[in-house]
């Protein structure tokens, strides 16, 4: 501690009077008051001293200890205060994140219906089909061995209700585990209140994106991300065995589920965690060859589409966010903290999610070759099929400018010059961090593509160390892995930019707020230390009330919007509500193909309407956005299945990509060439054989 001035108070006996010390909230650490021998002190240790060492005094006029006293008092009320305004606050706080949550998750539903297409393979793999080789399916058996523990083992209903708060409970879980791994990040000094608040509200509106979606891998995905980092902030260098094999674990369940995404957040994992290996001439090497990939797999991932200027910008933007953070990782690296017991242990990890994955997929009778070929390779076709740009121009390089200038000054520059910059702008990406992540387009239900161009370019920022920290009291790692986790993710947005944009770019809330932490500490410890105490509970208050402001808004309006809406009353959806005219097309097609047909077949999926029509489908094959994506063994299986049904029925409906269906596909020339339209129904034609001239639409009234 560094030595300040010392004022002598008369009056004051000998020996230290310890009723009169009190603790008061202070980043984590205990600020003391209390009388020393004749001095007044306040100190930042454990326990009053009675030392001549140097601390800080207050004079008090006249008689010292009944005004010392006086203010002893009225600062333990204070604390009192606070803490029981922070308690209500925070249970008002969490009510809104979930009211939010829940009013949106049950007030939209996509016309792309990819929680039909997924619940549609759940209900095939409970039933016995063996997916990959018999039910073709883009995600990999870590998905669909939560759900079997869900709706098998735990009996969840399979309905749009119960999905629908599963995936609310996805959503309100990583949420939380933003907000607490915001705090964990913080707790050393900080605001690990204020920056858990703020980054709670925050993730609930940014991951709106959920409820687009529901039951969709990517909402488990987000989940262990922000669960597994949250771990290895809490276990702390202590248990730095433990966390390897959780980020292991980690990292072996998403490439199980996503395989992309196990790649993105492996490499970032694993470009953290080697930067330090031991030394030597071959370790030097190494993390030359390390950095190098990691800096090369972006430019790799997009190559196919290089020269768009989306792709082009996106990289510029990401590239300046990671390669400040990868220059302040190397000059934090702590070698020989992972050697080979660490190495085991992350291998330890990654091998019991991957054995267990592949007993899942043995058990269930699908061949291991099969599922490579159905979540590994298939996948790769994406890229081919359509493409989705994000929202950003050449202009937005223009933040890229000012964060490289920015890191190049803090890198090069004197220690005077880093202490000024650094809070500055840190604030700055905590702002436009918390201003963009409500951005939402009403009429689309996309996701606004202004995070990424303001904040991913500052992500770096969480590697500068706060001020006052030591080897001892900072942990890096936390901050490294989630400075790379953070650019890495964002990836996932090429080449469909849609709901990837939210699940992409969920890591920058926390690191933003973890930032503004940072920021604010610099700035109060730079007051008188009498003020830092009081200064700290009203930032916090302050910050608390802030994240109230920015969720109770849009939960109130969220439910009042809910009460408004229309039942739509079909099977397995008693809480979802819609706009009427949506209520009166779902529950007039469902009625329709309820008593047209035996089996029926949507050219753009919407599988949904085999859970509200009780029909079956008549081939285990499930049609989703693209039927590209099948093998022409798959087509033709398609077509035989479905031609096999006397009373089959096709709705001709827009696909979501244009490149969705080419109009060649075998079924779909046996529909144009031998079905007739019946019925139409918003975007919806019912079609018909041609030889069921008998076969006509139920009319159906509005609700």
């Known amino acids: 501690?560094?030595?300040?001035?010392?004022?002598?108070?008369?009056?004051?006996?000998?020996?230290?009077?310890?009723?009169?010390?009190?603790?008061?909230?202070?980043?984590?650490?205990?600020a003391l008051m209390g009388l020393c021998g004749d001095r007044w002190v306040i100190s930042e240790t454990s326990k009053c001293s009675c030392s001549r060492r140097t601390e800080t005094a207050v004079r008090v006029n006249g008689d010292p200890a009944a005004p010392a006293r006086q203010l002893v008092g009225g600062s333990v009320l204070l604390a009192?205060?606070?803490?029981?305004?922070?308690?209500l606050a925070a249970l008002v706080l969490v009510g809104a994140c979930a009211a939010y949550a829940l009013a949106e998750m049950f007030s939209f539903f996509a016309d792309y219906d990819d929680q039909g297409f997924l619940m549609l393979t759940v209900r095939h793999m409970l039933r016995g089909a063996r997916l990959y080789d018999d039910v073709p399916v883009p995600y990999g058996p870590v998905y669909y061995l939560e759900r079997w523990l869900l709706h098998g083992a735990l009996s969840v209903p399979l309905t749009h209700d119960a999905v629908r708060l599963v995936s609310a409970l996805h959503w309100i879980g990583a949420a939380l585990a933003a907000g607490f791994l915001a705090a964990a990040m913080t707790r050393g000094g900080?605001?690990?209140?204020?920056?858990?608040?703020?980054?709670?509200?925050?993730?609930?509106?940014?991951?709106?994106?959920?409820?687009?979606?529901?039951?969709?891998?990517?909402?488990?995905?987000?989940?262990?991300?922000?669960?597994?980092?949250?771990?290895?902030?809490?276990?702390?260098?202590?248990?730095?065995?433990?966390?390897?094999?959780?980020?292991?674990?980690?990292?072996?369940?998403?490439?199980?589920?996503?395989?992309?995404?196990?790649?993105m957040y492996g490499l970032a994992v694993l470009g953290g965690l080697l930067l330090d290996v031991p030394r030597g001439r071959a370790a030097g090497l190494f993390r030359v060859v390390l950095v190098v990939a990691m800096a090369a797999f972006p430019v790799v991932v997009v190559s196919q589409h290089l020269d768009e200027t989306w792709v082009q910008t996106l990289l510029a933007l990401l590239l300046v966010g990671l390669l400040p953070g990868i220059a302040l990782a190397l000059r934090s690296a702590v070698p020989g903290h992972f050697a080979r017991r660490e190495l085991f242990a992350f291998l330890l990890g990654a091998g019991a999610i991957a054995g267990s994955g592949v007993l899942f997929i043995v058990f269930a009778g699908s061949s291991v070759s099969g599922a490579v070929r159905g979540f590994v390779i298939h996948p790769l076709a994406y890229s081919t099929m359509a493409i989705v740009p994000l929202p950003v121009s050449a202009v937005d390089c223009s933040y890229a400018v000012l964060s490289s200038a920015t890191a190049l000054a803090i890198l090069i520059g004197r220690e005077r010059v880093t202490r000024w910059l650094v809070p500055p702008a840190k604030l700055w990406f905590a702002a436009v961090t918390l201003a963009a992540t409500p951005g939402w387009l009403s009429e689309t239900h996309r996701p606004s593509p202004m995070l990424v161009s303001v904040a991913l370019p500052w992500t770096w920022l969480v590697l500068v160390p706060p001020e006052g920290a030591t080897g001892v009291q900072w942990d890096v790692l936390p901050r490294r892995l989630c400075a790379l986790v953070a650019c890495f993710m964002v990836l996932q947005m090429y080449p469909l930019a849609g709901s990837q944009i939210s699940f992409g770019t969920a890591t920058f809330i926390p690191v933003a707020m973890v930032c503004f932490s940072d920021a604010l500490e610099a700035l109060v410890t730079r007051l008188a230390p009498v003020r830092q105490a009081l200064t700290r509970s009203r930032v916090t208050v302050v910050a608390v009330l802030g994240a109230l402001v920015l969720i109770v808004p849009p939960s109130v309006r969220a439910s009042l919007e809910y009460r408004r809406l229309t039942p739509l009353d079909l099977p397995g959806t008693r809480w979802l509500r819609l706009?009427?005219?949506?209520?009166?097309?779902?529950?007039?097609?469902?009625?329709?193909?309820?008593?047209?047909?035996?089996?029926?077949?949507?050219l753009n999926g919407s599988n949904s309407f085999y859970f509200w029509a009780k029909r079956e489908p008549a081939s285990l094959i499930t049609v989703g956005h693209f039927w590209g994506l099948l093998t022409p063994d798959q087509q033709q299986r398609l077509l035989d299945d479905y031609k096999a049904c006397e009373r089959f029925v096709f709705v001709d409906a827009p696909m979501l990509f244009e490149t969705g269906t080419t109009g060649r596909e075998p079924l779909v020339r046996y529909i144009r060439g031998s079905f007739h339209p019946v019925a139409q129904l918003g975007p919806y034609t019912i079609m018909v054989p041609a030889d069921r001239a008998d076969a006509a639409a139920v009319p159906c009234s509005a609700p």
């Open 80 to 87: 009192h205060v606070v803490r029981l305004l922070t308690g």
């Open 579 to 602: 706009d009427a005219d949506q209520v009166t097309v779902y529950r007039c097609l469902a009625r329709n193909l309820h008593d047209l047909s035996d089996t029926f077949l949507f």
């Open 190 to 263: 900080g605001f690990p209140a204020a920056a858990c608040a703020l980054t709670l509200a925050a993730s609930v509106l940014h991951l709106r994106a959920v409820a687009n979606e529901p039951g969709h891998p990517q909402e488990l995905a987000v989940l262990v991300v922000n669960v597994s980092l949250l771990a290895v902030a809490a276990c702390g260098r202590a248990r730095n065995r433990l966390r390897l094999g959780i980020l292991g674990a980690a990292s072996a369940g998403l490439a199980l589920t996503k395989i992309n995404l196990g790649a």
């Open 1 to 30: 501690m560094s030595p300040r001035r010392e004022k002598n108070l008369p009056g004051l006996g000998g020996g230290c009077d310890r009723r009169l010390n009190v603790c008061m909230a202070a980043r984590g650490r205990l």
